[in-house]
């Protein structure tokens, strides 16, 4: 693949380094947009590594940045939360000639009409809208790419979101059978790459990748393969976690609006009613992401006790 400019946005948070580096190793050269007093500094320092600070709420810092830097992509890896909206970015990244955005999609299907429902999918939603808007205002000069990929399998093990490996506990939603999937933080990040060399064929939608279709029965069975010891679980149904996270988020100025989001990205990924298993519509091939074997799977998690 040969180097493209890509702009890239969040390049610090949990899915923004191992997006950074794989644009690195590819020998992309890579502009962060970093937030004006944030944390950038902390990067390794790089060859094609050009960071340039700027607010995001403004389109105007935003387009002067891309001007400079002229990128042919930008990626986005923004917590909507911290910043509201993508609108500032996506209207810089059209001022500026880009031709494709990769929005902060990375998660549940969002073209399932009930996770479009969850309010943690809505501002995704709308962030597809504003692009499709935009595509057609500039004559298919400018395009997008959303990536779905269900769950971030390794992270979620470590944060103890579908199992809590140290405790040997977990919740099991609604019984712990159903299938859902889940990607590795690596394997993101090879979608990343793989939209960049698949430009007409990922044009305008959105492309579905796995590291795996897995269970939390499957998952915790791997652990009882390697120490044998029994677990404390309970059993809980999503639709209870989505009016819990309704009530929490009803809150307002004194809701925690993180565990509401956590609440509502459960029930996006792990019902089935919510589309959770992509298997069947995957863009694997197409973008080079490879799914585990059963043993590779069982690796990852033994790999983390």
Partial sequence: MPPTKIALAGATGNLGIP?????????????????????????????????????????????????????????????TLAIGSQNPLIDAAVAAGVKRFIPAEFGMDSANPLCRELPV?????????????????????FSWTAIANGLFLDWCLEAGILLDLKRRSATLYNGGDVVFSA???????????????????????????????VSQNRLIEYVKEADGKGWDVVVKGTEEVRRESLEEFAKGEGADLDLAMLGFSIVGCLDREYGCDFSGRLDNELLGVRELSEDELRGVVQGLL
């Fill in 19 to 79: 997006i950074l580096t794989a644009l690195l190793a590819a020998n992309h050269p890579v502009t962060v947009l970093s937030r004006i007093g944030g944390n950038s500094s902390k990067l390794t320092p790089h060859a094609n590594l050009t960071i340039k600070e700027v607010d995001f709420t403004s389109t105007a810092s935003l387009t002067a940045a891309l001007q400079e830097s002229q990128p042919e992509i930008v990626v986005s890896c923004l917590a």
């Fill in 121 to 141: 999918c809505v501002p995704k939603a709308a962030t597809q809208g504003y692009l499709t808007e935009k595509v057609g205002l500039t004559d298919g000069r």
């Fill in 183 to 213: 990607t590795s933080l690596g394997d993101i990040a090879k979608a990343v790459l793989g939209v960049i060399g698949n430009l007409e064929e990922t044009r305008n939608r959105i492309v579905y990748v796995q590291s795996a279709a």
